[in-house]
C-alpha cells in the first residue's frame, strides 16, 4: 500500500495502548487508543484552542482477537496530501479516515455516525486503499 508511515508501534493487542500521529499538513491527527478491551481509532482537528474529535471508529474487541496475547505491529500511514489516515494491525487496513470528505470506514463498520462526519455510516469500503496510492 502506497503512503508515507508516520508511525510504526509494537503492541499486544489488549495492554493499555496510546499513540498519536499528526498530519504532515498539520491541521489534523489521529489517535489510536487500546483501552485493555476495545481499540479505537479518532480523529481530531488542532486548533490554537486545543483538540477536538471529530470521529471514531471501533477497530476491534479484545475477546475477539485470534492471538491477541501476540505481538502486533501498529501502523499508521498518510496519504500524501496529508488528509487521510489509515490505521493497520498485523499489517492490514483496518480504519481509514478521509478528512476532506469527512468520512471513516472501518472493518466493523461500528458505530452509528453521530454529528456532521460519516453520514451515511461506517461501513467499510475495499476501495479505501486506494485513497493512498
Not at 37 to 63: P, R, W
Not at 86 to 96: H, I, S
Request: hydrophobic residues 40%; negative net charge; contains cysteine.
Amino acid at each position: 500500500m502506497a503512503g508515507q508511515n508516520a508511525l510504526e508501534k509494537s503492541h499486544i493487542i489488549g495492554e493499555e495502548c496510546f499513540i498519536d500521529s499528526v498530519s504532515p499538513q498539520g491541521r489534523f491527527a489521529v489517535v489510536f487508543e487500546d483501552d485493555e478491551s476495545t481499540g479505537y481509532f479518532y480523529a481530531m482537528e488542532i486548533s490554537k484552542s486545543g483538540q477536538a474529535i471529530l470521529d471514531a471508529l471501533h477497530v476491534y474487541d479484545v475477546n475477539t482477537v485470534l492471538d491477541h496475547c501476540k505481538p502486533s505491529i501498529l501502523n499508521v500511514v498518510w496519504s500524501k496530501d496529508g488528509l487521510k489516515a489509515g490505521l493497520m494491525v498485523y499489517r492490514n487496513l483496518q480504519a481509514v479516515f478521509d478528512f476532506s470528505a469527512q468520512k471513516g470506514w472501518c472493518k466493523t463498520g461500528f458505530p452509528p455516525s453521530h454529528g456532521s462526519w460519516s453520514q451515511d455510516g461506517h461501513e467499510w469500503d475495499g476501495q479505501v486503499v486506494n485513497l493512498f496510492s
